[in-house]
């Protein structure tokens, strides 16, 4: 198993881009979440999506959108991105079950100049 | 009061002894926790989770929950130079489902 993958590890986008963050993975879990790091800030949860078909917004989730039409994948938008956006992101997944252990993917440096 | 609050540290230990990490939280109503290791540039990697009031072992590693007093800790014995890390403490609160709450973390140095 591969795990929780992620692409691409590091991008540098300009004020006003838009990209898609990709996130996949291969253990079969139903729950999948976004997290961005700032240094310093802990991590801070973005979006989570519960199944396919089913996304919820998490504690910043202004600036970003989702979409889950797998159970595999769970991309995250960014429109018009803005220099508060330069941040390394985190996707994790977990099981269902009592406890949601959640595995991190290896993350994505992100900087808009 | 921060939900989930780590002294940031750094924590420094000599090598072989014992370092202890410790975590409180505000939700007394929170049901499980993690703690998770993150390497500088790395990704945050899950090493104990814990349920229960009490102890558990695994290896180095020891987590303690008290959930009257509302704290998780982490003993890691006989620490080790690759000890060193970032160590995030994750709650999971009531009401959120899968949801977690993290810590901003305590650096940890290991020396010789």
């Known amino acids: 198993n591969a795990g929780v993958t992620q692409t691409p590890k590091f991008r540098i986008l300009k004020i006003g881009q838009s990209m898609t963050l990709q996130c996949t993975q291969d253990?079969?879990?139903?729950?999948m979440y976004w997290y961005r790091q700032d240094p310093g800030m802990g991590l801070k949860l973005i979006y989570y999506?519960?199944?396919?078909?089913?996304?919820d917004k998490g504690e910043v989730p202004n600036g970003y959108n989702v979409s889950r039409s797998t159970t595999e994948d769970f991309p995250l938008r960014l429109e018009l991105a803005a220099p508060s956006q330069t941040s390394v992101y985190f996707c994790?997944?977990?099981?269902?079950?009592?406890?949601?252990?959640?595995?991190f993917g290896p993350g994505t440096r992100l900087t808009v100049t | 009061q921060k939900e989930v609050e780590q002294n940031s540290g750094p924590l420094s230990v000599p090598e072989g002894a014992i370092a202890s990490l410790n975590c409180t939280y505000s939700?007394?109503?929170?049901?499980?926790f993690f703690w998770y290791r993150q390497y500088s540039g790395k990704s945050p990697e899950l090493i104990m989770s814990?349920?229960?009031?009490g102890d558990k072992e695994d290896g180095r590693f020891t987590a303690q929950l008290n959930k009257a007093s509302q704290y998780v800790s982490l003993l890691i014995r006989d620490s080790q130079p690759s000890d060193s890390a970032t160590y995030l403490c994750?709650?999971?609160?009531?009401?959120?489902?899968?949801?977690?709450?993290f810590g901003t973390g305590t650096r940890l140095q290991v020396t010789l």
């Open positions: 994790a997944s977990s099981p269902a079950g009592l406890n949601y252990e959640q595995y």
């Open positions: 253990m079969n879990h139903n729950y």
């Open positions: 999506s519960v199944g396919a078909g089913i996304t």
């Open positions: 939700d007394r109503g929170s049901q499980s």
């Open positions: 814990i349920y229960s009031n």
């Open positions: 994750a709650v999971r609160r009531t009401g959120t489902a899968s949801k977690l709450t």
